[in-house]
């Protein structure tokens, strides 16, 4: 059986792109951050970067998936051009308001989980990079070091915490 490979989890809004208050509905309002080299540097230390991000706003309608397809193929696109493979995206389109309960939205740890599944990864050499606590509860849940970021604040600050 191949070694197990080691990931870094991303969340969206205020990792990979401006947090804008609420959902970022419009592509308009997709605003990237400029995290190429402190990404690069976590892929040159051997780590897959994966997306994990809570799209509430699908279940409430304010955007369709190929609206937030779009969005993300921009984002993969724009860090693709610096250098950064953003190698997936996983999401979770449920609101309990208005889909009930999932396994997916975040605190809960499905995203997670589905990653680790997809690309055979171990939780125990992996990281999960978010600006809210439920980004490092789910990371916790699937057995994946959570590390907790302001909104917007660059990754090149939290580089030492990842090994
Ligand atoms: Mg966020
Ligand atoms: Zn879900």
Redesign the pocket.
């Known amino acids: 059986m191949p070694d197990k490979i080691k990931a870094v989890f991303l969340d969206r809004d205020g990792v990979l792109n401006q947090e804008m208050g609420d959902y970022v509905r419009r592509f308009e309002d997709f605003h990237v951050l400029d995290n190429f080299d402190a990404l690069k540097t976590l892929q040159d230390r051997g780590y897959m970067l994966l997306v994990a991000t ?1 799209q509430g706003g699908l279940a409430k309608g304010w955007y369709t998936e190929e609206e937030l397809a779009k969005m993300h193929a921009h984002l993969k696109q724009v860090y693709h051009e610096h250098g950064v493979e953003l190698t997936d995206f996983f999401y ?3 609101h309990p308001n208005f ?1 009930g309960d ?4 975040k605190p ?1 740890p ?2 997670l989980l589905q990653g680790i599944a997809k690309y055979n990864i171990d939780p125990s050499k992996s990281y999960f990079i978010g600006d809210r606590e439920r980004d490092v509860e789910a990371g916790t849940a699937a057995g994946v070091k959570g590390i907790l970021i302001d909104s917007d604040q660059p990754i090149s600050t939290v580089l030492d915490l990842i090994l």
């Open positions: 809570n979770c389109p449920h889909t999932c396994d997916c939205r809960k499905g995203l």
